[in-house]
């Protein structure tokens, strides 16, 4: 005598199938984000009345050391990233629990991704412009 439900056996998934994955890929993501939030906090701060110039070059600075490493660039970079992730988990969560229909949680999740992928590659396109321009 089986313990699983008919639904499980055909499926082959159980109610906790992803859900722990998405659990824990949405608090590695968050607790990456703190220190990463600060830092960008701190960075636009700091840069608050610069000019055009001041700003491109906050980004596009390098570590002295035989090779140049422009640290504010990575960091932006991971913050875009990270925070685009998490936005995704975050986003998908809200489909799941309140889209019904699977038509349309299939689209917005397609929408969503979509989306997010643009963002994040234009972001990061700018990102590598200004690093190569400055």
């Keep these: 005598m089986s313990m699983e439900t ?3 056996r055909v499926q082959g998934l159980g109610a906790s199938h ?3 994955k998405h659990f824990w890929r949405q608090r590695m993501t968050a607790a990456a984000l703190v220190p990463l939030s600060i830092w960008f906090a701190w960075a636009v701060l700091g840069l608050v009345g610069a000019g055009e110039a001041q700003v491109l070059g906050f980004i596009a600075r390098s570590l002295n050391g035989p090779v140049a490493i422009p640290l504010n660039a990575i960091l932006l970079g991971a913050f875009i990233v990270i925070l685009l992730y998490h936005m995704v988990l975050g986003l998908q ?3 799941d629990d309140y889209v019904h229909h699977n038509g349309g949680k299939i689209f917005l ?3 969503i991704r979509a989306g997010t992928f643009a963002v994040g590659a234009v972001s ?3 990102l ?3 690093c ?3």
Aim: glycine letters at 4%.
């Design 93 to 95: 969560m809200v489909v």
């Design 109 to 111: 999740m397609l929408f």
């Design 6 to 8: 008919p639904l499980h």
């Design 124 to 126: 990061l396109y700018a």
């Design 128 to 130: 590598l412009t200004i």
């Design 132 to 134: 190569r321009t400055v």
């Design 18 to 20: 992803s859900g722990v």
